[in-house]
Antibody
Framework: EVQLVESGGGLVQPGASLKLSCVAS????????MSWVRQTPGKTMEWIGD????????NYAPSLKNRFTISRDNAKSTLYLQMSNVRSEDTATYYC????????????WGQGVMVTVSS | QITLTQQAESLWVSPGEKVSITCRAS???????????LSWYQQRPGQTTKALIY???IRTDGVPTRFIGSGSGTEFTLSIEDVQPEDIALYYC?????????FGGGTKLELK
């Protein structure tokens, strides 16, 4: 059974940094593109970016690429999202998603982890 | 970037009825391989987000046949025939033709 379990969220002050993790199981992690997606309290969904199966290539939403970094450790089947200089508008639930084998869509999602940016 | 518009923020439906959720793209989602890179997702409280449809009309494994994806070019529809109580959820469309991938604003299906 495919499982994606995010962790690392919580309350963080504006300007701080935070690193989210997503542990994958039930499939060969190193075979798949992975993405981070976030959902605001108003339910707007936003794709943050993705990383190639071997970690050699990343893409980001233009508005986030200067502050967010996606990485992965295939030996640990873990995806990461490093968030820096966070702002109140980064308050959201963050989801880890898997691209299907042809990367046509997101075939699995994690349950999400909440990040609240507030002083 | 490609904008996806789901006109209806909410739709009200009674069990057994048919409902259609539309998603309009700012440009064609048809790729040179003849496929449309548009997918649909269901988000129910307390459950992980579920992929329903990809390539505009292909149901993912295990999705009931009452979920029907249709459309082409820039106009797409997710229809749910014979709505069941468990279909009450948030529905999103997503384009994966051109990065940044983008979502529609979501449509909340509610019971009358």
């Amino acid at each position: 059974e495919v499982q994606l379990v995010e962790s690392g969220g919580g309350l963080v002050q504006p300007g701080a940094s935070l690193k989210l993790s997503c542990v994958a199981s039930g499939f060969t992690f190193s075979d798949y593109w992975m993405s981070w997606v976030r959902q605001t309290p108003g339910k707007t969904m936003e794709w943050i970016g993705d990383i190639k199966y071997d970690g050699s290539y990343t893409n980001y939403a233009p508005s986030l690429k200067n502050r967010f970094t996606i990485s992965r450790d295939n030996a640990k089947s873990t995806l990461y999202l490093q968030m820096s200089n966070v702002r109140s508008e980064d308050t959201a639930t963050y989801y880890c998603t898997r691209g299907d084998y042809g990367y046509n869509y997101f075939d699995y999602w994690g349950q999400g982890v909440m990040v609240t940016v507030s002083s | 970037q490609i904008t996806l518009t789901q006109q209806a923020e909410s739709l009200w439906v009674s069990p057994g009825e048919k409902v259609s959720i539309t998603c309009r793209a700012s440009q064609s989602l048809l790729y040179t391989d003849g496929k449309h890179y548009l997918s649909w997702y269901q988000q129910r409280p307390g459950q992980t987000t579920k992929a329903l449809i990809y390539h505009a009309s292909i149901r993912t494994d295990g999705v009931p046949t009452r979920f029907i994806g249709s459309g082409s070019g820039t106009e797409f529809t997710l229809s749910i025939e014979d709505v069941q109580p468990e279909d009450i959820a948030l529905y999103y469309c997503l384009q994966t033709l051109k990065k940044p991938w983008t979502f529609g604003g979501g449509t909340k299906l509610e019971l009358k």
